[in-house]
T-cell receptor
């Protein structure tokens, strides 16, 4: 069985602060995939990144970066110099290779104050 | 590509009424899913389909039925709506992994906000 824990229910920061959203996953499979989604106040779910279990390279995309560490079963998401537009709920998810159903965390609500 | 679309965007029902939510995708994806999202509960899977003509139960299937008569469409039905079904419903689709290509990403529709009075 898979499990995703996003221990931070809500994070509040002031604009331009850096913020890290934690994601800890559990899986018995050697082949699996990790995802992050963003849900802004408008409500849609926007895909941000996918990582497979064989690729532990960190990824940077503009102000966003992701740190995948198999040793700690974590796939953390950092926003550098946060902006008000980053305010959203962020979901982490995992999917085992060959499985039909992803497992989502409960989400972390990020509030960026001007 | 329109991606994943959902109809309607909003709906208000009275207890006991029935309705069907339509999900359509134009990406030729094999897998389709229906989720509901409630405050503090994250996303919960209602039903899913791994191909045309096949459906399976998810985590919270009671009170819902689904059909996948065409590959591009996945319908979610509420036979007799209850206030507990007030929620935001999301449809999603995903391509079946090919040999050597790993899995693919699940893409979501914009959601349907349903209120049952």
């Amino acid at each position: 069985a898979q499990k995703v824990t996003q221990a931070q229910t809500e994070i509040s920061v002031v604009e331009k602060e850096d913020v890290t959203l934690d994601c800890v996953y559990e899986t018995r499979d050697t082949t699996y995939y990790l995802f992050w989604y963003k849900q802004p106040p408008s409500g849609e779910l926007v895909f941000l990144i996918r990582r497979n279990s064989f690729d532990e390279q960190n990824e940077i995309s503009g102000r966003y970066s992701w740190n995948f560490q198999k040793s700690t079963s974590s796939f953390n998401f950092t926003i550098t110099a946060s902006q008000v537009v980053d305010s959203a709920v962020y979901f982490c998810a995992t999917l085992s290779g060959g499985s039909y159903i992803p497992t989502f965390g409960r989400g972390t609500s990020l509030i960026v104050h001007p | 590509n329109a991606g994943v679309t959902q109809t309607p965007k909003f709906r208000v029902l009275k207890t006991g009424q029935s309705m069907t939510l339509l999900c359509a995708q134009d990406m030729n994806h094999e897998y389709m899913y229906w989720y509901r999202q409630d405050p503090g509960m994250g996303l919960r899977l209602i039903h899913y389909s791994v191909g045309e003509g096949t459906t399976a139960k998810g985590e919270v299937p009671d009170g819902y039925n689904v059909s996948r008569l065409k590959k591009q469409n996945f319908l979610l039905g509420l036979e007799s709506a209850a206030p507990s079904q007030t929620s935001v419903y999301f449809c999603a689709s995903r391509r079946r992994a090919g040999v050597g290509t790993g899995t693919d990403t699940q893409y979501f529709g914009p959601g349907t906000r349903l209120t049952v009075l």
